[in-house]
């Protein structure tokens, strides 16, 4: 099944092979295959600390893997040169469990992806022409919309609350356009409102071409917005299919105990 | 000596609207405060360009040696105005090893001294201040595609209001001390009065010196006022948060 | 013979006095001395009376230079010639120039001028001093009443004669009478004032501060007719470039050159503190005393 996968003729895609990674002397993951595609969202649920964090990050080349590869459409990011791989990384995203924004206002944060992307000349320009504004582009306004909070450019970010703070943690990590998107347990600690924004905004980016990667506890949350769903058990990706059959007829009976609640986390 | 306490000294200007009878002449305060800022300004902004990128690098790298830095930086902001004065007087005196680029009793050797004294205060507070920055928010940087560069520029804003406050801390241990300025700059103000490498703080000194301490203490208050000054500008151009 | 050789001599000596006189006041266009650095150091005491001030406008004005007058202290003045930062030394403790001297530091010592010290004391006077005639005499007085007296403690001129004194009386000052302060002349005057006690003065920092104190003389100074062990002569040397090849020795010796003129003795003549005059002109006489070119016990047997 997971051969056939491999092979399939696919739109671009990012990907673990058989990475094992560990923190002091345990596996945190073990022997791992994993994938997106641009154009779906994906959905990695399991007990807590079985690993979540640690693909995400090692999907957004925060680090390299202890053994085995990360792979963009087959080329191990790894070996490139610092410079391709910055190239990569630009191409990635990511939404952190706490918003995370910086001490500025709603548009500076929002738009500091393009900020960084410019040359130096250029930024230096754009900083002396708008000192203190921030980047009031379009690019800027559409992403907070998304989120619903087009109108909050100019508000500074201490001033906003959880639920906003997160949502406009989401408009910074897609202003930029990048190509993959991960959201790292990314409305557990918000009320269902946010919660159901910052889902509707997961379609709206995987509508426009995204691979998305949701780690989540929330079970019924994987249902709502995964395409395909990993199950994660003890550092070992014990299922990884489409949602619907993962749901209902797990393979793996730790995966279905999982699901069905019995398994204590 | 232009004062009014001696009969044959020239007659005070009026020189604020706080005391009718501003015992200093003008050009002398005014070429004394000149130095003063002149020498302490450029120490602590070459200062800041040199404490930044070292308190990032202890605070976020590892490099032999680093616990070696750490206790310096400690140390050195409480290291004796005076020594640092002697040692730097002795590297720019004529036998010394900076002694080709004659700089003995000169201003800019004044600048060395008080670079090496406010350096370890620069640092210490700046390197406090960028440790404490959320890794969250440095690894968000990182995530939306930040270089290293990029990263430490987020580190050092988010950070801003604890540097300024260890830059301001800065320019007061260098703009009130007296002993190296007076060491490595003689106190030299020309037959004229202007100040050549006289500062406030060493003109309090001559003052005390010689018994005058209330003139000693008109120029404490000018001093004073003038440091009010600085910190109330800086304070105001960073919105007031510190 | 003689005769022409004495014309040659006035001749030569008028057209240097005529080439003086172009160069003047306004420096010349093409002078190579303008904007040139004399630095000088110097004790506290000079500097403070304000006379350098008087002195080096008018030699900045007359070669077009500046003059950079380092106040350090006697001890630090001559250590700085030594390292060879500073061009030219004036400070008033003999002993100490002539070490400068012989050690090779220093060429062309001349006698510049003098002042001379008193000892001022409290009004009620506790230890009978008033008016002796002997200093040791008074210090011994003052040691054998064990009446607070301040000193500079501090290696400066002032120091150095303080310390001549006690050991002339052959008295060893100790005790808590005695306190050692370390601080400059104004301050000591203060705490006398202020303790009251004893002190021993330069002549010009008291009268520059007379109307503040509550101490006045007690014994007298040479210039007013005390013992010859008050008197306090200053001397100026030039740091051998023979040693310090840097050292700006054409003007230090210009400089020299115009303190000892009559010009330059006249200004220190003419300086007033108070209304009294607090420097006595002796580089210029008929009968020069040749002692002030050599150490003081040198003979032509050291060679």
Redesign the interface.
């Known amino acids: 099944m997971m051969q056939q996968w491999l092979e399939r003729e696919t739109s671009e895609a990012l990907g673990l092979r058989t990475v094992s990674h560990g923190f002091d002397d345990t596996d945190v993951l073990d022997d791992v295959t994993f994938s997106v595609e641009r154009g779906e969202t994906v959905a990695v649920i399991g007990p807590s600390g079985t690993g979540k964090t640690t693909l995400l990050r090692l999907l957004?080349l925060?680090y390299p893997p202890e053994t085995g590869t990360v792979e963009m459409d087959g080329t191990d990011v790894w070996a490139l040169s610092e410079r391709d791989r910055?190239d990569v990384?630009?191409?990635?995203?990511?939404v952190?469990q706490?918003a995370?924004?910086?001490?500025?206002t709603v548009r500076r944060n929002v738009g500091?992806?393009r900020h960084?992307?410019r040359g130096w000349r250029d930024r230096l320009d754009h900083w002396l022409s708008r000192l203190g504004g921030g980047d009031a582009s379009r690019e800027v306004t559409e992403a907070l919309e998304t989120v619903g909070l087009s109108e909050m450019e100019t508000q500074s970010a201490g001033s906003l609350s959880g639920g906003e703070a997160q949502r406009v943690?989401f408009a910074?990590?897609i202003a930029?356009d990048p190509d993959f998107l991960f959201l790292d347990e990314p409305t557990s600690d918000l009320d269902p409102r946010n919660t159901a924004v910052l889902e509707d905004a997961i379609g709206t980016a995987r509508a426009r071409g995204l691979g998305v990667v949701v780690a989540t506890h929330d079970m019924n949350q994987a249902e709502r917005v995964a395409d395909r769903v990993a199950v994660l058990v003890e550092g070992r990706l014990i299922e990884f299919g489409p949602a619907e059959r993962v749901f209902t007829e797990p393979d793996d009976p730790r995966a279905r105990k999982f699901i069905d609640g019995e398994l204590v986390y | 000596m232009i004062e009014t306490v001696s009969a044959t000294a020239t007659v005070a200007d009026g020189f604020t609207p706080l005391l009718v009878d501003f015992p200093f002449e003008r050009n002398y305060v005014e070429s004394i405060i000149r130095v003063s800022l002149y020498v302490s300004l450029t120490a602590v902004l070459i200062s800041t360009l040199v404490s930044l990128p070292v308190a990032m690098l202890v605070g976020f790298s590892e490099f032999p040696g680093k616990g070696f830095v750490v206790a310096l930086i400690n140390t050195g902001m409480g290291f004796p105005s005076v020594v640092v004065g002697l040692v730097v007087l002795f590297a720019v005196s004529n036998q010394g090893p900076l002694g080709t680029f004659d700089l003995v009793f000169t201003k800019e050797a004044m600048i060395i001294s008080q670079f090496v004294l406010a350096t370890p205060v620069i640092t210490g507070v700046s390197l406090a201040a960028v440790t404490s920055v959320e890794e969250g928010v440095r690894d968000a940087a990182y995530a939306m595609g930040g270089t290293r560069v990029d990263v430490a520029l987020v580190t050092i804003k988010e950070a801003r209001y604890g540097i300024v406050t260890g830059v301001l801390a800065g320019l007061g241990r260098a703009i009130s001390e007296v002993g190296s300025v007076l060491i490595v700059g003689g106190n030299i103000a020309g037959a004229d009065g202007t100040s050549v490498t006289r500062t406030l703080t060493t003109a309090i000194q001559l003052e005390a010196r010689q018994g005058r301490f209330e003139l000693a203490l008109i120029l404490g208050a000018v001093l004073l006022a003038l440091v009010l000054l600085i910190n109330a500008i800086v304070l105001r151009l960073g919105g007031g948060r510190v | 013979m003689i005769q022409r050789r004495e014309l040659l001599v006035a001749t030569a000596g008028g057209a240097t006095a005529a080439l003086a006189g172009c160069t003047g006041d306004d420096g010349g266009e093409n002078a190579e001395i303008l904007d040139e650095t004399l630095t000088l150091t110097t004790t506290t005491s000079t500097y403070d009376t304000g006379l350098l001030d008087e002195v080096n406008a008018a030699f900045e004005k007359r070669y077009g230079v500046d003059v950079e007058a380092v106040a350090q202290g006697t001890g630090a003045a001559l250590e700085t010639g030594r390292a060879g930062d500073s061009d030219v030394v004036m400070v008033h403790a003999r002993s100490l120039e002539d070490e400068f001297t012989r050690e090779g530091y220093g060429v062309n010592r001349r006698d510049l001028m003098f002042n001379d010290f008193v000892v001022v004391g409290p009004e009620d006077d506790p230890a009978g001093i008033d008016g002796m005639d002997e200093v040791t005499e008074a210090f011994q007085a003052i040691a054998d009443a064990e009446a607070t007296f301040v000193s500079r403690g501090d290696n400066s001129g002032t120091h150095a004669k303080e310390l001549a004194i006690w050991d002339e009386a052959g008295v060893e000052p100790g005790g808590e009478w005695y306190r050692e302060t370390g601080s400059g002349m104004g301050e000591v005057l203060n705490q006398a004032t202020q303790t009251p006690a004893y002190t021993l003065a330069d002549r010009g920092t008291y009268l520059s501060q007379r109307s503040e104190l509550d101490v006045s003389i007690r014994v007298e100074g040479p210039i007013e007719g005390g013992p010859e062990l008050l008197a306090n002569p200053y001397g100026i040397v030039a740091v051998n470039p023979g040693v310090h090849e840097d050292v700006n020795y054409d003007l230090a010796m210009s400089y020299i050159g115009f303190l000892t003129s009559r010009r330059g003795q006249g200004i220190i003549e003419e300086y007033t503190v108070e209304g009294e005059q607090l420097f006595f002109p002796e580089a210029v006489s008929e009968e020069p005393n040749f002692q002030q070119y050599v150490p003081e016990e040198w003979t032509s047997d050291e060679g």
């Not at chain 1, 990384?89 to 990511?94: C, K, V």
């Not at chain 1, 995370?100 to 500025?104: E, G, H, Q, T, V």
């Open positions: 957004s925060f910055l990384r630009r191409r990635l995203g990511m952190f706490e995370n924004l910086f001490d500025a500091y992806g960084i992307r943690a910074r990590a930029y």
